[in-house]
């Protein structure tokens, strides 16, 4: 009896290890056959949604990784400063993928790509950062704290 509860224990575990699929996608990135200068920024978007950004490193390579819960196969673009790639990568959770990314101009809809948008990101008090916590790593803690009582109520005896 007390050799299922703890299987079930360990499972209650492996099950709180489980997060959304991740994709790592590596390659160089070029803008009409050079190399996009290092420290830009890469965005990955599946519809609207971003789901990654990385830096480009030295001589334009880049590594991103692809963090969603939506459905394989999703398709998933990559933009750059006004440019989008021509390819389109399906989204494949576990996935180690090595693409090229050639990027070329495009317009969004009734954005011109010129916009500056500034923004100011005040840094939270007590209450926010608990606040942030709480909903970051609120489902973790709640399994733990679960996992220690299930271990308690085994092992009281």
């Keep these: 009896m007390k050799f299922k509860f703890a299987l079930f224990l360990v499972l209650i575990a492996l099950i709180q290890q489980i997060e959304a699929g991740q994709m790592i996608i590596t390659g160089l990135a070029t803008i009409d056959d050079r190399p996009i200068p290092e420290g830009t920024v890469i965005v990955a978007r599946i519809l609207d949604s971003e789901v990654g950004r990385c830096n480009i490193s030295e001589k334009g390579g880049y590594s991103i990784t692809v963090v969603t819960d939506d459905k394989v196969g999703s398709p998933i673009e990559f ?19 090595v693409i090229d990314l050639n990027f070329e101009k495009f317009e969004l809809k009734g954005i011109p790509t010129t916009t500056v948008i500034t923004t100011t990101i005040e ?28 271990i308690w109520h085994t092992f009281r005896r």
Aim: charged content about 15%; overall charge neutral; proline content about 6%.
């Design 79 to 97: 933009y750059v400063d006004g440019y989008k790639a021509i390819q389109i990568v399906p989204f494949d959770p576990s996935k180690f993928i």
């Design 123 to 150: 840094k939270p008090g007590i209450i926010g950062q608990v606040v942030g916590f709480s909903a970051e790593y609120g489902a973790t803690i709640l399994g733990i704290l679960i996992l220690l009582i299930l």
